[in-house]
């Protein structure tokens, strides 16, 4: 039996056609905004703050594994619905926040280890959605590109260590935006440039100290729709390091918009 912890984004909704395709038991904690998963009859619909109860859902369920997926947003703490558990545990928590958001997981999954549960990898079921070191399109970076991802990188680890930034675009060797709390989207939005077309990378790494079993940086076609629509010509990620969803239609994106798709 393993635990489903899932949030938003498409990446939770792979993972469970995988795991019901192989026919493994399995149980989710809907900690998603819209509460996407609550048609499912193994699904279970609980608060951030519920610690009590979900580790009474997975005990309960001989549950010892957990697997997260998807965003979960940081909580408004003066309006959280909390348990027993909850109250105990929301001290951490609090200060944590106060870090980042990865603090926030990497606490969480403190606690659960505590009550005997372990956390897998997010792509334990999908190791197919990682894509390995190389060039995925037919237009490869040139020598100004090249200039613009080193910088973009040497950005990236300059942050602080617990910064919830994943994300720099860099055009001409600038920087024109750093992923802020409104993430990827935000920040692309913010990079647009009626001047430029083509021109310009992003760059999408995981934080610095990141428990790599979870929160990856999520890339898909809106990504790179998005990036189109901002003028830039490529986005790179971390070899192996990163969720890649829809590849086939991505290269197939990049390709026809003359973009380019590289793995570091």
């Keep these: 039996m ?7 984004t498409d990446f939770p909704k792979e993972i469970l056609k995988t795991v019901k395709k192989r026919k493994i038991k399995y149980l989710i904690i809907d900690l998603s905004k819209s509460k996407k998963f609550r048609q499912d009859r193994k699904s ?3 608060s951030i703050g519920q610690f009590g109860k979900i580790i009474n859902i997975l005990k309960e369920n001989s549950c010892k594994n957990v697997l997260f997926a998807g965003k979960v947003n940081k909580p408004n703490f003066s309006k959280l619905r909390l348990d027993f558990k909850g109250i105990y545990y929301i001290p951490r928590i609090i200060k944590a926040s106060k870090l980042g958001d ?6 969480i999954i403190k606690m659960l280890a505590q009550n ?7 792509l334990k079921f999908n190791p197919e959605l990682t894509l390995k070191r190389g ?3 037919k237009i490869k970076p040139g020598e100004q590109d090249k200039l613009d991802i080193k910088k973009a990188i040497k950005t990236l680890n300059s942050l602080k260590q617990y910064n919830f930034s994943q ?8 920087v024109v935006s750093i992923e802020s709390k409104g993430g990827t989207k935000k920040m692309l939005e913010k990079s647009r440039n009626k001047k430029f077309k083509n021109h310009g990378v992003m760059v999408k790494f995981p934080k610095k100290k990141q428990d790599l079993r979870i929160d990856l940086p999520t890339v898909g076609l809106k990504t790179m729709k998005q990036s189109k629509a901002a003028g830039l010509k490529g ?4 070899n192996k390091q990163h969720i890649f969803l829809d590849k086939n239609k991505c290269i197939s994106f990049a390709n026809k918009n003359r973009m380019f798709i590289s793995v570091k």
């Design 135 to 137: 060039n995925y399109s």
């Design 2 to 8: 393993i635990g489903l912890i899932f949030g938003d």
């Design 116 to 122: 005997k549960i372990k956390t897998e990898n997010s």
């Design 44 to 46: 279970y619909s609980v």
């Design 102 to 107: 990865a603090a926030i997981l990497k606490e």
């Design 167 to 174: 994300g720099v675009v860099v055009r001409n060797n600038k």
């Design 235 to 238: 986005i790179v990620v971390k």
